[in-house]
């Protein structure tokens, strides 16, 4: 990596964990919240590629997560936000509406979280909980 393209990552890295933190808006009935930062992580991958987005969604994200009392969900966060900030980067070029993409990526967010809470409670019936809450995050991302 180049020392700007470390810079923007290092960048947008904080841009994440800031719009994320800064911004909780918790859901009730879950122990979540909602917040802004998966616009920056979308914005990362769009602009800056895949390895940014990836880069920027995990880490910022994660870093939320080990900050806010969370630390058992930053594993499964840093490879579902990175996985966002990848596919915004990786699809941006295949003639794909913006808005589509966006809300693609968002699906892979709410299937991620479900994938991982069924790990960490060992139900699915628990997890499907999340579900309409991880939606509505989605749904403010994009």
Same mark, same amino acid.
């Given at each position: 990596?180049?020392?700007?393209?470390?810079? &923007?990552?290092? $960048?947008?890295i904080?841009?994440?964990?800031?719009?994320?933190?800064?911004?909780?808006?918790p859901?009730?009935?879950?122990?979540?919240?909602? *917040?802004?930062g998966?616009?920056?992580?979308?914005?990362?991958?769009?602009?800056?590629?895949? @390895?940014?987005?990836?880069?920027?969604?995990?880490? %910022?994200? /994660?870093?939320?997560?080990?900050?806010?009392?969370y630390?058992?969900?930053a594993?499964?966060t840093?490879?579902?936000?990175?996985?966002? %900030?990848? =596919?915004?980067?990786?699809?941006?070029?295949?003639k =794909? *509406?913006?808005? &589509?993409?966006?809300?693609?990526?968002?699906?892979?967010?709410?299937?991620?979280?479900?994938?991982?809470?069924? $790990? &960490?409670?060992?139900s699915?019936?628990?997890? &499907?909980g999340?579900?309409? /809450?991880?939606? @509505?995050? %989605?749904?403010?991302?994009?």
């Amino acid at each position: 990596m180049k020392t700007r393209r470390i810079v &923007l990552t290092a $960048i947008f890295i904080a841009l994440v964990y800031v719009a994320t933190l800064i911004i909780q808006i918790p859901i009730p009935g879950t122990s979540g919240y909602v *917040n802004l930062g998966d616009s920056f992580i979308l914005l990362s991958g769009y602009f800056f590629g895949p @390895i940014t987005g990836f880069i920027a969604g995990g880490f %910022g994200s /994660a870093l939320t997560d080990l900050s806010t009392g969370y630390g058992l969900w930053a594993p499964f966060t840093l490879i579902i936000k990175g996985i966002i %900030g990848l =596919l915004m980067g990786y699809f941006k070029n295949r003639k =794909l *509406n913006v808005y &589509l993409l966006a809300v693609f990526a968002e699906i892979w967010m709410v299937i991620g979280y479900l994938l991982g809470g069924t $790990i &960490l409670t060992g139900s699915l019936a628990v997890s &499907l909980g999340s579900v309409p /809450a991880n939606s @509505i995050q %989605g749904i403010i991302g994009v």
